[in-house]
């Protein structure tokens, strides 16, 4: 999935000296990432996704602790049956009973595909909520997958955040960028009947993870190499480069 990003003059990577942390927030395995900013009707057995407040200036997102698990009891809603109450599954989706998801989304809001299920996901939202046409699916089982070190999501898009490391439970801090015009980040599960599909079947999920995050703001961000290739000193004027996620 490719993604633009645009740089002046010379690029410098620094992060401010005093991240801000956001408070630990609980995310229910219902709450449903489709319905962020009010966007469309919740899904039968959904609650809304909570969030967090942007500072101005912020302009990337790290999460220092993603803990907690989830899962989906047996019934008429479509579970696989290896969820059957006692089956839970972390941030990441690992312990599901479904190999891969997808969700085609909902309104102003992006689809997306994943490994496993039950992952926690994120959505960066301007101010009047989600509109306009809604950004293209980002796929997470391809190329590098979740292994990513840095993202840069537009606003409206789905995206994985799991634990917020390289791993499974192991790895380095991953870098979410925040896209302009950004002022709210969303924190929800996308879910459907058998895994895959439009918005639903959130009624029998159960569980919770806490999400802590930390909020980065000042100095000039640009992502990291993998994700972007760094202008050299002394370059001047624009700079625009295509970096892709994985």
């Known amino acids: 999935m490719l993604t633009r990003a645009t740089v002046l003059g010379v690029t410098i990577l620094a992060m401010a000296a005093n991240p801000a942390v956001a408070a630990p927030i609980t995310v229910a395995a219902t709450a449903e990432i489709y319905s962020a900013g009010g966007n469309t009707g919740l899904a039968s057995g959904a609650t809304s996704p909570p969030s967090i407040a942007l500072p101005g200036g912020t302009v990337s997102v790290q999460f220092t602790s ?3 698990s989830i899962s989906c009891t047996v019934s008429a809603e479509g579970c696989i049956s290896l ?47 989600p509109s306009g046409n809604a950004p293209a699916a980002l796929n997470f089982t391809t190329g590098s997958g979740t292994g990513f070190t840095s993202l840069s999501p537009l606003l409206d898009q789905t995206f994985f955040i799991g634990d917020g490391l390289t791993g499974d439970g192991s790895g380095s801090l991953q870098t979410f960028y925040v896209p302009t015009g950004a002022i709210t980040l969303f924190l ?20 919770t993870f806490s999400v802590s995050a930390s909020l980065q703001s000042g100095g000039t961000t640009v992502p990291e190499p993998g994700a972007f290739v760094l202008l050299g000193v002394g370059l001047l004027g624009l700079g625009c480069v295509r970096f892709r996620h994985g």
């Open 66 to 68: 993603v803990t907690g």
């Open 83 to 129: 969820n059957n109450g006692s089956n839970y599954n972390d941030p990441d989706g690992a312990g599901a009973g479904a190999s891969t998801s997808s969700n085609t989304g909902a309104g102003a809001i992006s689809g997306i595909t994943s490994p496993n299920s039950g992952s926690l996901m994120g959505l960066f939202v301007a101010a009047g909520g």
């Open 188 to 207: 929800g599960i996308s879910d459907a009947c058998s895994y895959n599909g439009t918005p639903s079947c959130y009624s029998d999920n159960l569980g």
